[in-house]
Structures are given as structure tokens and as C-alpha cells.
């Protein structure tokens, strides 16, 4: 299945160019028996760069993971760190750091012991091990918890210890597997942030892995959007948004208005509807449109010249804080439209006749699936 | 944590399955307290004098020495062959695995009476009957099966990310086992190795096939002296077993949560 950039605005990759990565994946490859959960990857990350990778359940995200962290053996291609091929490398002998969805404690050690266990495996003095596990501490606000046992600390805290523990380290590159996913939604946001900053503050290149678009939305330079083992697009997360390469990735990450139609040059018929986009095609085709580039105006107002413009009436309206999503059938077809709320903002009931408006740009066209 | 309320039915069956489990106690604790020469129950009068038979009878005494050295060796040498047998099963998941383990725990399956004859006709050949190395032997192929599920059991809920956590801190494999995984290991080797001892020590059929005019353990013992005669003196040691058994349960459940183990 190819698919062709929606636009002509393609937009030059903002990281390393492949194979000169400080971390780079070469045509990674996973095979269970004749399953193949990790198809060919290709990713460069640079030093100090935090990525995404983010995909459904099942798509490979973890198997790659435990990959570059050397769990699993790899069934093809290559894994090099700073000019460095550690594909044949064991785990212990990797220097990266990973943290675990299931936290991974050792239940038998104090906060302090666990945070020490790789500064003692790397033989250092007793002196320094105190001083940095302090200082990991200290880093993730456990002051005064180094003597507790795991168990006896909160899901979030646990969390922050496997993340201390990860880091004192200093690894060469820190992994996440779904780290925030146990804990809970307020929990989640601050561990967000507070992760994004130490990973800044100390520089550390850093892959993430999430099914949770907001996660990667918000935390990475780059988001790695996978599925069935493939890679559909890399990109900072506008471009995502923005410009997705596919439309998986126009499903998955953010919400999208869905039509199937035929296109004639930049003419598309969808249904009794023709609407313009800003690329030639012809055939079949598959059409999104973000709900939060449509405009909504009252009925009868004339648009800008050049913007497509559709009347419909407003069958739902929900207010959500700070946007309202609007559903309008128009010509047979239900538009989701979705506005900012602005202080002194009119909210249209249902029932209003609208007139919506959006630019060719926006309408992004994708070959239809087979 | 829900209390719900227990049904009138439930209470009373769960006092029916106590009262059939705890009806032997309730003769003997009794009994052993007997004044008579005879066991009769109830006893006609009451005295201490069946426990302090117990100290002079000396083969009772020797053999329950044997019992508790022989319980104990069979126990450390069980935790020493299971842990990594269990490790290499669970773990590193060999193939045809699920078959040796089935192979390593069938003696459970065997009536012992079965197992008794079969060892009696090798161990003589072997001049190992009524030898304590014989009797060392018996006990093992006995314990080991409890002692490899338990262990392997304990082995298999341990969440493995824990020990990956270590590897990727730069522990090796060994420094990994001999750090987290041993350690995490603790329970279901007290489980096991509790297991194991009652067992052994409590083992009847197989030490009767095994034991010899001067060779015996307490329960052979035991069973030999009721043979000869009809009085309350095994009921004395009785009492003090199950005080023995008690107090060790308490303990390991105490430190560890016994069920925990078990339960699964
Ligand atoms: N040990 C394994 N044996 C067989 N299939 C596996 C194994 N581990 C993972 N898979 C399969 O590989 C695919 C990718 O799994 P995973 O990387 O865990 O996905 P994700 O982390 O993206 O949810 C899934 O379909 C999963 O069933
Ligand atoms: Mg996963």
C-alpha cells in the first residue's frame, strides 16, 4: 500500500539523516515463527532527541523497544549507537536505560538500593553512588522515601523511582514502554511534564513508546507513528497533524472527517458535493478533513474567493470547554466541525442553517484503499 | 477486603470439616495424658507419666533424632537441587520442558507402596537397605517432586521485567540470579523447604520398606512400639509432634504468608 504526501508541502524531515542517527535503526526486523512483528525499520534519532513511537496495540512498538534494549534478538538488520553496531550486544552491556510500564522495581531493596544497583554494577566508588543517588533523588522529589520498600510507596512515586533508577546511570539512550499508562489521568500529565523536563534539563536522547496520541503530541521533538509492524510516517508532531502522511496516520492521531469520493483534477465529487483540494488526482478517492479547519458561519454569508463552501444545517452541538464540536449535515454528508470557544462566543444551537468554509489546502486526498 | 455475610449452611459444613479434620487430636491430646497402661478412651485417670516415658525410652528417642537429620539433609539437598533445576525449566524454557517436568514430578503420581517395593528390590541388590544412605535416598525421590513445583511455581509468578530491569542496569546473567532473582526466590524456597521437611518427617511407608532392626525413624517407630504394645505412650508423642508441626506452620506463615505461596 503507498500513499503520496496529500500536499506538495512536503516537509523536509527534521531529524538526522538515515544512517547517521545517534541511535540508529537499520532495517530492523522482528519474525515470530512466520509472523513478522517488526518489518524492516528505519528510524535515526539524534543525541538529545526525544521520540515517539506511537501505534495501536499489537503494532510493534514494544518488540522494537526490547530490541534496541537487547531482550529480544532481532531476526534482521542493524542497531547502532553513536557509530557503534550493538545488534549482537548482550543487554547488560548496552548502557541504555528502561523503564517499565509495570514499573519493575526489585521489591527486595530500599528506593536508595534500587536507584544504587546500576551505579554498583558499574563498580563505582562508595562514595560517589551515595552522593548521585542523592542527587536522582532529589531529581524526582523522594526525599526522605530512600529507606521505604517499593510497595510502600503510590503507583506514581514507584514510578518516579524506576525512572531515578534509570537514569543515574547516565545511559547512553533512556527507553520508555508505555511508562504512564497504570497511573491515573491527573497523574499522567504531571509525570509527563516532569519526565519532558529531565530529559531536557540532562539531555538524554530518549525513544518513547505510547498508544496515547496526547502523550506523543505533547512530549516528543518526533513522533514515529507505527503500524502492523511498519513505520507509516516520522515527522515533528504539527507535521502529523497537520499533513498526515496516510490515512491511518489522519485516523489515528487527532479526530478527522472521513468521505470517500472520485476526484478530476483538483475536483472531487463526494456524494452530490464537489469540493476542491490542492493537488491533482484522478479516481478514486479517500477524503479527510481536520473538523477544526472547517469555519462555521451563519447561513448566507458569502465566502473568500477560492474556499470551498458547503450549506448544511446543525444537527448536534456539544460544548466541551474549550471547544464546541458541531455535527452539520449538508448534501447527504455529516460534517464534524470543531471551533475554539471564545469568551463572547455565539454558539450555534442545532437547527441553525450554516454556511461552512474551509481552504483546498485543508482537504487532504489520499488514493482510495484497494 | 468485601465481608460478605457467610451463610448459616457454610458455617455449619465448615464446622462439620474442622470437627472430622481435628477428631483425631481430640482423642489423642486426651490419651496421652492417661494414667492407665492401657490406651482406653476415655481415660480413667490422669498423670504425666506418659512423657516422661518418652525420655527414657531411648530407640523412641534415636529415632526421632534420625527422623529430624534426615528430614533436614533431605531438605537442604532438595533446595540445592531444585532451585536451579527449576530455574533451567522455567526460565530458560528447554524444549521438551513440560515433559521433564512431568517426568521429575510422576513419583507423586506412584502409590508409595509401589515406589516402597520397587526401591526395596534395587536397594538390596545395592546394599543400601536399612542404611541411612538408603533410607537418604528414599526420602529424596519422595520431597523433590513437591519441592520443584513449589519452587518452580514461586519461579514462574516472579515478574520476569524485574530481572530485565537489572540486565539493562548492566547486570549479568549471573549477577542477576545471585541479586534479584534469589532473593525474590526466598518464600517459595521456605515454602518448599517446609514442605520437604514434613514430608520426610512424616514419610511412613517408604521407611518401614527402608528401615532395619537398627535403623528406624519416629514413625516407624511409632508404629512398631503400638505393634507390641497397647499403651499411651505414642499418644504422648503424638502431642508433642503436632505441637512441633504447629509451631513450625506458625512460623513460616508468620515470615512469609504460608498461603501466598501455595495458593495460586
Ligand atoms: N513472544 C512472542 N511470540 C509471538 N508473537 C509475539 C511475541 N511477542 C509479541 N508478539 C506479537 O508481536 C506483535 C507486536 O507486539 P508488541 O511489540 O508487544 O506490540 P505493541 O507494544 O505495539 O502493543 C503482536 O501482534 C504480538 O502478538
Ligand atoms: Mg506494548
Known sequence: MMHQAPTDMTVAAAGPRAGQGYLSLQGLTKRYHDFLAVEAIDLDVAQGEFVALLGPSGCGKTTTL?????????????????????????????????????????????????????????????????????????????????????????????QRVALARALVVRPSILLFDEPLSNLDAKLREEMRSEIREIQQRLGTTALFVTHDQDEALTMSDRIVVMSHGRIEQIGRPEDLYERPATPFVARFVGRTNRFTGNAHGTTIRLGDLAVRAATQRSGPVEVMIRPHRVALAAAGCVPADGLNSVTGIVRRTTYSGDFVQYLVDADGLTFMVEEATVGHGRIAPAGTAVTLTWAPADTLVYEAAP | MDERPI??????????????????????VPLSFSGEVFMAFPPESWSLRWYAAIAENEKMLAAFLFSLKLATAVTAVNLFVAVPAAYALV????????????????????????????MLIVFSRAGLLA???????????????????????ALSTLPIAVEEAAATLGASPVTVFRRVTLPMMVPGMIAAGSLSFLVSFDEVVLSLFMSGPRLSTLPVEMYNHVENRADPLVAAVSVLLVVFTLVAVVVVDRSLGLAKTFVR
Open chain 2, 131 to 153: 542404611t541411612p544412605q538408603g533410607m537418604f535416598v528414599a526420602h529424596l525421590v519422595v520431597t523433590l517432586p513437591y519441592t520443584l513445583r513449589v519452587i518452580a511455581t
Open chain 2, 91 to 118: 526460565r530458560l524454557a528447554p524444549r521438551g520442558g513440560d515433559a521433564m517436568m512431568g517426568f521429575f514430578t510422576a513419583p507423586l503420581l506412584l502409590p508409595s507402596i509401589v515406589l516402597g517395593l520397587a
Open chain 2, 7 to 28: 451463610s448459616p449452611i457454610l458455617k455449619i459444613l465448615a464446622a462439620v470439616g474442622f470437627l472430622f479434620l481435628l477428631a483425631p487430636v481430640l482423642i489423642v
Open chain 1, 66 to 158: 526490547r530490541m534496541i534494549a537487547g531482550l529480544v534478538p532481532t531476526s534482521g538488520g542493524r542497531i547502532v549507537v553513536a557509530g557503534q553496531d550493538l545488534t549482537a550486544v548482550p543487554p547488560h552491556k548496552r548502557d541504555m536505560g528502561l523503564v517499565f510500564q509495570s514499573y519493575a522495581l526489585f521489591p527486595h531493596m530500599t528506593i536508595a538500593q534500587n536507584v544504587a544497583f546500576g551505579l554498583e554494577m558499574r563498580r563505582l566508588p562508595r562514595m560517589e553512588i551515595a552522593a548521585r543517588v542523592a542527587e536522582a533523588v532529589a531529581m524526582v522529589r523522594l526525599e526522605g522515601r530512600e529507606d521505604r520498600r517499593p510497595a510502600q510507596l503510590s503507583g506514581g512515586q514507584q
